[in-house]
């Protein structure tokens, strides 16, 4: 009998990004880059918003290096 597998994926958080804390102290937050902003600003775009939230600008800051190029 074979038994399943557990998955390996990232447990989703309970509560929303904008209710949460910032896990990162004061000193440790980085502004995005223009690149990161400009990233930022094309997926809110393809996604029909006018400006970049919350969720497209976390998007950028781990996707996108500051110098524009993808992160792996």
Known sequence: ???KA???SRPQPKSKPWTRPNP???RAR???SDAQKAAAR???DEAGRRYPN???NMWA???VAS???PES
């Open 61 to 63: 800051s781990r996707h």
């Open 30 to 32: 980085t502004q995005l």
């Open 24 to 26: 990162k102290p004061e």
């Open 6 to 8: 557990p998955t390996r």
């Open 42 to 44: 094309e997926r809110a």
């Open 67 to 69: 110098d524009g190029s």
């Open 1 to 3: 009998m074979m038994s």
């Open 54 to 56: 919350l969720v497209d």
